[in-house]
């Protein structure tokens, strides 16, 4: 029987965007990128077989994953992973998948690992999201999340001195603008919980954010201060941005032999492969797969 339709939250679409070469590549990110790329050495597991990047983007971070024998991007952005494509190729070691994280299109327990870094800050609904990442997660899988903390120590200063009206103390999301969340760690602590999750440590990261100290200190102390300060994520979370690495807890099912896909519309499992999509059995609901990208945004109809 096809599962219950169900409202879709608003996603945040990059489609068409520079991203990549703008904000990272020509956007004095050095500093960022490579506190981050610290972060996720630190807390990603050497080794694994099949990790699901969400919110992969053009692949910025996708090469830091060699550990895994295959790797699936997934955003909901075409158009960044046609970027990705084009820097990572189209091997078999990497699947291209443009979907909604609201609605993954995997069956359950396909994954040992789960990264989600720079993404949560955009989900109106980020239990469901984290909901749906629990579920296509092994037992004791890991999951690497990242999100932005709405009690970083910016906020702080400038909620004391009143140039900002919104409580970083208070544990609701901040809207500082369109689909962009900045999150209490309290309540993503929770979320995780109850999304079927074990906290197993947390990093702060990115505590240097300021341009003007940016333009003025050398690149190489800023990623070393930084580096042995996201050891006190444990203790106390004040920079803006937070990872941490959790464990996937409870009963969880076993992806059968072969499985991969399922269908969004439906959830049914053993999509049939036609040269240009995949087709559910269940419902009938047609999948877009061209040029290397498996497409689950929305059924495909035959021009």
């Keep these: 029987?096809?599962?219950?339709?169900?409202?879709?939250?608003?996603?945040?679409?990059?489609?068409?965007?520079?991203?990549?070469?703008?904000?990272?590549?020509?956007?004095?990110?050095?500093?960022?990128?490579?506190?981050?790329?610290?972060?996720?050495?630190r807390l990603l597991p050497a080794t694994g077989e099949l990790l699901l990047e969400v919110g992969a983007g053009a692949g910025r971070n996708t090469p830091r994953y060699m550990g895994f024998r295959r790797v699936v991007l997934l955003d909901y952005s075409r158009s960044q992973l046609e970027q990705a494509q084009r820097r990572l190729g189209r091997g078999s070691r990497y699947i291209y998948v443009a979907a909604d994280a609201y609605r993954l299109p995997f069956v359950a327990g396909l994954f040992d690992a789960t990264t989600m870094i720079?993404?949560?800050?955009?989900?109106?609904?980020?239990?469901?999201?984290?909901?749906?990442?629990?579920?296509?997660?092994?037992?004791?899988?890991?999951?690497?999340?990242?999100?932005?903390?709405?009690?970083n120590l910016k906020a702080i200063f400038r909620y004391i001195l009143r140039r900002q009206r919104w409580s970083p103390f208070t544990p609701e999301a901040i809207e500082f603008a369109a689909l962009n969340f900045d999150f209490h760690p309290k309540s993503v602590r929770q979320w995780l919980a109850e999304s079927g999750f074990r906290l197993e440590r947390q990093l702060t990261v990115s505590h240097f954010r300021l341009g003007a100290l940016k333009r003025y200190l050398p690149l190489s102390l800023l990623v070393g201060l930084d580096a042995l300060l996201q050891w006190t994520g444990d203790w106390w979370q004040l920079s803006p941005s937070v990872f941490a690495r959790c464990s996937a807890v409870g009963d969880s099912a076993s992806a059968e032999p072969g499985a991969f896909f399922r269908c969004p519309e439906c959830g049914g499992a053993g999509l049939e492969e036609s040269p240009e999509a995949l087709i559910c059995p269940s419902c009938a609901s047609r999948w877009s797969q061209q040029d290397g990208i498996y497409d689950f945004r929305g059924p495909w109809e035959e021009s």
């Design 118 to 151: 720079r993404t949560l800050h955009h989900m109106v609904e980020p239990e469901r999201a984290l909901q749906q990442v629990r579920s296509v997660l092994q037992a004791g899988g890991t999951f690497i999340l990242e999100y932005a903390n709405k009690q």
């Design 1 to 41: 029987m096809p599962a219950k339709s169900v409202s879709r939250p608003p996603v945040c679409d990059y489609e068409g965007s520079d991203y990549q070469a703008s904000f990272w590549e020509a956007g004095d990110r050095a500093y960022e990128d490579r506190v981050e790329a610290i972060a996720l050495r």
